[in-house]
C-alpha cells in the first residue's frame, strides 16, 4: 500500500501478456488476439484513447501469449507465441514442452516475470537501480552543497549552535 502524498513510481513500458487456456489445440490457429489486444490495459496507459494509442505502438505479432491445452493424461501442453527469436527463448516454459499440473502455475508466473524484465531491459527509457541511485546522490550533493572552506565551515556551524543558545 502506498502513503497519501506519495505518486507510483513509472514501470517502464506497458507490457501485456497473455495466458490463454484452449481446451481444443486447434483453437489456438483461430484465437481473437487483434481483437483482446485492442480490448484490454495494463492500467497504466494514457487515459485518452488508451486503446489505439498502444494498438499502434505494439503489433499483435510482438505481444507473447501462453497458451495452455490439457492433456487427457493430466498433463499440459503449452505453446508459446509471440515475437519469433526472442520471445522463444524466455525460460522456463518452451513451445510445445509438456508439464504437469503441479509444476504448471510456478513455471507459467516464472515464465511471465521473465517475459516482462526482458521487456523492461530492452525499453530505451528504462535505467538500472545503480544508476538511477547515483543521479539521486548527485541530485542530492548538488542541491545541498556549501561552497565554503573546511575551516568556515565548521566555524558556520559552531556559530549557529552558539547563536541558538544565546539568544533567550
Known amino acids: 500500500m502506498i502513503p497519501q502524498g506519495r505518486t507510483i513510481p513509472p514501470m517502464g513500458p506497458e507490457t501485456k501478456v497473455y495466458v ?16 483482446l489486444v485492442s480490448e484490454t490495459s495494463t492500467g497504466v496507459e494514457t487515459t485518452a484513447n488508451s486503446s489505439t494509442s498502444l494498438r499502434s505502438t505494439t503489433p499483435e505479432k510482438e505481444v507473447p501469449v501462453i497458451f495452455i491445452h490439457p492433456l487427457n493424461t493430466g498433463l499440459f501442453r503449452i505453446k ?6 526472442k520471445f522463444n527463448m524466455v525460460i522456463p516454459l518452451v513451445d510445445g514442452m509438456i508439464v504437469s499440473r503441479r509444476a504448471l502455475g510456478f513455471l507459467v508466473r516464472q515464465t511471465v516475470i521473465n517475459i516482462c524484465r526482458r521487456k523492461r531491459l530492452e525499453s530505451d527509457s528504462y535505467n538500472p537501480p545503480h544508476v538511477r541511485r547515483k543521479q539521486k546522490i548527485a541530485d542530492i550533493v548538488n542541491k545541498y552543497r556549501n561552497r565554503q572552506l573546511e575551516p568556515e565551515f565548521y566555524t558556520s556551524l559552531f556559530q549557529e549552535v552558539g547563536l541558538k543558545n544565546c539568544n533567550p
Not at 508459446?80 to 527469436?85: H, S, V
Open 80 to 85: 508459446l507465441q509471440g515475437a519469433a527469436g
Open 20 to 35: 490463454v487456456w484452449v481446451e481444443r489445440y486447434d483453437d489456438i490457429e483461430n484465437f481473437p488476439l487483434p481483437d
